[in-house]
């Protein structure tokens, strides 16, 4: 990036603004201290080759941002011409969705176009699409290039973006977290659920996108430590000399449930495991390939720990 502002001398003189353009997406800018911003308001910042518009968001501290001086900047607040024009850009998005929409079809090329955006000055238009794999859509571009007179960007995105950018509700009837706060996303995996006890269903563990939900990771680290402290469901515990199973564990008590070999159950503190000592888990046990009563053990001949899926 090339340096914005030759009026900035010292970063101390700015500071680091995080707005968010179309689709959500966002970048990040430097504001003089003699331009006034307040939260939600619509700025006109510096893009390629022009200007473009977008919604302030939040102070990010600079300390965070290496290469501060190189970073573009705030130019002015947006106007009533500027909302004016931002608005009537925003027809020609909805217009020239359509047409790129037939272009395609014109073209026969497997691709799904999911949103069209206009930059502020209109020196750019970008088609966001989704795709199986690698499209080769030059003679698109110069056909939209030919019907638009001026610079074209088709830009290939994931379904996770496409659910950014369009929005929703999920499951929990919020809007998604893609949309409202995360910023990058993250690997998910099967394995998350698994160890949060959740369904492994498609249709319980996965959003709009059709991806695992993002949602998964949140608690996942809660989880993991819950699950270092208790024993393992199926586990085998002894308590002066007498040997229990356990046969349910509850994180959120922070107690467990072991039974003796005559079926007797007694519930169990945290506080109070350190009398207790492991003598077999669950998953030490699946994998002991001695184990000669696979059918009636828990175990089942399964192998652990079970392949995991990641969620790219």
Request: aromatic residues 10%; hydrophobic residues 35%; glycine residues 4%.
């Amino acid at each position: 990036m090339i340096p914005t502002d030759n009026n900035i001398k010292s970063t101390s003189e700015v500071k680091v603004y995080e707005v968010e353009f179309k689709g959500s997406r966002k970048d990040y800018f430097l504001c003089p201290a003699r331009i006034p911003v307040k939260p939600m308001d619509f700025l006109i910042v510096q893009a390629d080759r022009g200007e473009h518009i977008g919604r302030f968001i939040r102070y990010i501290d600079k300390s965070l941002f290496q290469n501060i001086k190189e970073m573009k900047s705030i130019l002015r607040r947006a106007t009533y011409t500027d909302i004016q024009i931002m608005m009537d850009n925003s027809h020609k998005e909805e217009e020239s969705f359509i047409v790129c929409k037939k272009k395609i079809e014109d073209h026969d090329l497997k691709m799904k176009l999911v949103d069209v955006e206009y930059q502020f000055d209109a020196n750019k238009i970008c088609f966001y699409f989704t795709a199986d794999k690698r499209i080769d859509f030059r003679d698109l571009v110069k056909d939209l290039a030919s019907e638009y007179r001026t610079r074209i960007e088709l830009r290939q995105i994931g379904v996770r973006d496409e659910a950014r950018r369009l929005g929703g509700l999920g499951l929990c009837g919020r809007q998604l977290c893609c949309k409202t706060f995360i910023n990058q996303f993250e690997t998910i995996t099967s394995q998350m659920a698994r160890d949060q006890n959740l369904s492994l269903s498609p249709s319980k563990i996965s959003g709009l996108c059709g991806r695992l939900m993002c949602c998964l990771a949140f608690e996942e680290n809660f989880y993991k430590i819950q699950s270092d402290i208790l024993p393992q469901e199926g586990g085998i515990v002894e308590h002066n000399g007498k040997r229990y199973e356990v046969i349910k564990v509850d994180i959120f008590n922070e107690n467990f449930i072991i039974k003796d070999e005559k079926k007797v159950e007694k519930t169990v503190h945290i506080n109070d495991f350190t009398d207790f000592i492991i003598i077999e888990s669950e998953f030490n046990h699946a994998n002991n390939t001695n184990c000669n009563n696979k059918t009636e053990c828990k175990c089942e001949g399964k192998d652990y720990p079970e392949k995991v899926e990641k969620n790219e």
